[in-house]
């Protein structure tokens, strides 16, 4: 599977992936005792791995750098999806807000029921 690394800890060799397939996030995550020279990765790298689950996480096996810096400007990329959720959230919220002053159908009908049958009287 092919993946990009949204977020790495290149002192411990572990990095969170955002899978081809775009389930689930895959963590990779090496031993202490994996040698020195193990590969670590950086945000943006772009890599092919295989993938194991167990008890629904995903974890990156024997990865393997495709290309460096392949989206580099991920943090600004998701930076800026941050953004436009934010800005849905507050939209949405205003919207219903205004909807308290919405008359409700039901309960109108059966007031001017009210209304015309004290009137009859």
């Given at each position: 599977m092919l993946g990009v690394v949204?977020?790495?800890?290149?002192?411990?060799?572990k990095a969170i992936i955002w899978c081809?397939?775009?389930?689930?996030?895959?963590f990779f995550g090496q031993t202490p005792h994996s040698t020195v020279s193990a590969e670590?990765?950086?945000?943006?790298?772009?890599i092919q791995f295989d993938?194991?689950?167990?008890?629904?996480?995903?974890f990156a096996r024997n990865p393997k750098r495709i290309a460096q810096h392949y989206?580099?400007?991920l943090g600004s990329v998701l930076e800026n999806a941050r953004a436009v959720k934010n800005t849905i959230t507050?939209?949405?919220?205003?919207?219903?807000?205004?909807?308290?002053?919405?008359?409700d159908f039901?309960?109108?009908?059966?007031?001017?029921?009210c209304k015309m049958g004290a009137a009859a009287r």
């Open positions: 949204i977020w790495s800890a290149e002192a411990e060799s081809e397939d775009h389930g689930e996030l895959a670590r990765f950086r945000e943006g790298d772009l993938l194991t689950e167990l008890d629904n996480l995903r989206c580099s400007d507050v939209q949405k919220k205003d919207r219903t807000q205004g909807c308290n002053a919405l008359i039901d309960q109108a009908k059966q007031m001017r029921a």
